[in-house]
């Protein structure tokens, strides 16, 4: 009787404990043995499945981006305007993001350094902007939104999303960060909405970075 094929398992089990050993040690200082130690599994089991660190590296990297890009995919399948469909995508995003920010603060460093990593960053980036476009097109061709560039609004979308959501992870949205991300949200797509279309959802409180917080001011 032919044995079960555990590769796919092996490579999750080996990726979970480098992921737990990146963010204890730091990516650099980190070793297979310790990966290994981590997984339960030999140096030797290790290597069977990546022959080496790096490729364990560029392996998560493309886990974490395929995840998110998939996401963004089931966005554009999905029914409703292109502001819910936004809004739904920032709110159950928000949570594994902050998540996982330990081992993407890591991985995104290892970009400014490593020319692999920052191209498997740059080609994420270019296909979520590529996304978002299409979301965008989306609006435009059903009226929601003004005929603004789509690749332009989409670069816009994407760079404050990154930017308030590195903001999430350090915990400086803080005490209502998914509030502040809607607020943004709903900011952008105001100035690409048409005059006509349906008013953009009230927003409670307005943020304001003070003493390195972002404080919820309840409006009057």
Do not use: C
């Not at 981590?38 to 290790?46: N, Q």
């Not at 998560?60 to 305007?81: I, N, T």
């Not at 490593?114 to 097109?137: D, K, S, T």
Request: aromatic letters at 6%; zero cysteines.
């Amino acid at each position: 009787m032919a044995r079960p094929d555990v590769s796919k398992e092996r490579k999750q089990q080996i990726l979970q404990a480098a992921a737990r050993v990146f963010v204890s040690k730091g990516l650099e200082a980190a070793r297979m043995e310790e990966i290994a130690q981590e997984a339960g599994l030999s140096v030797g089991g290790v290597y069977w499945y990546f022959e080496s660190k790096e490729a364990i590296i560029h392996a998560l990297l493309q886990e974490m981006f395929d995840a998110d890009l998939s996401e963004l995919r089931g966005v554009l399948a999905a029914e409703g305007s292109v502001q819910a469909r936004l809004r739904a995508y920032v709110r159950s995003g928000l949570a594994p993001a902050t998540e996982q920010s330990p081992l993407s603060n890591e991985l995104y460093s290892l970009a400014t350094r490593n020319e692999a990593a920052r191209g498997h960053l740059l080609a994420y980036l270019g296909e979520f902007q590529h996304l978002l476009a299409v979301l965008i097109q989306q609006g435009i061709d059903r009226g929601e939104l003004r005929a603004v560039d789509p690749m332009t609004a989409a670069l816009t979308l994407l760079t404050a999303y990154e930017g308030f959501t590195e903001l999430a992870m350090l915990g400086l949205l803080q005490p209502d960060p998914e509030g502040a991300l809607l607020a943004m949200l709903d900011l952008l797509l105001a100035g690409m909405s048409q005059p006509t279309a349906p008013a953009m959802l009230p927003v409670a409180s307005s943020h304001v970075f003070n003493s390195g917080k972002w404080q919820a001011t309840p409006r009057s």
